[in-house]
Nanobody, 128 residues
Framework: QVQLVESGGGLVQAGGSLRLSCAAS????????MGWFRQAPGKEREFVAG????????SYADSVKGRFTISRDNAKNTVYLQMNSLKPEDTAVYYC?????????????????????WGQGTQVTVSS
């Protein structure tokens, strides 16, 4: 079992940047594909970005491509989400999650049902 703790959220003006971190405790962090999701009030949880176990493969939602970057440091058991050029529509609670699939799958990565371990979330608010 992997425990996840997100941090780095906050209030930022449109056009600003934030870097979210997700620290994992437990065994063998490098064995897990990871994802970031977000959920705005009244909306379903949606995929933001995913990263393979080694960090060699990444995936992004169309809405964040070119603005957000996912990365990981397996030595530190941490996955990051660098968010640039933030927009008010990026406002949400952001969650990191451990994928249930072992081999990185470009289709599975978008599906929250394919993840079985979630952090508590961190609030990101972008003002206009």
């Amino acid at each position: 079992q992997v425990q996840l703790v997100e941090s780095g959220g906050g209030l930022v003006q449109a056009g600003g940047s934030l870097r979210l971190s997700c620290a994992a405790s437990g065994r063998a962090f490098s064995n897990y594909n990871m994802g970031w999701f977000r959920q705005a009030p009244g909306k379903e949880r949606e995929f933001v970005a995913g990263i393979s176990r080694s960090g060699g493969r990444t995936s992004y939602a169309d809405s964040v491509k070119g603005r957000f970057t996912i990365s990981r440091d397996n030595a530190k058991n941490t996955v990051y989400l660098q968010m640039n050029s933030l927009k008010p529509e990026d406002t949400a609670v952001y969650y990191c999650a451990v994928a249930a699939f072992t081999y990185y799958n470009g289709n599975y990565v978008y599906d929250p049902l394919r993840y079985d371990n979630w952090g508590q979330g961190t609030q990101v608010t972008v003002s206009s």
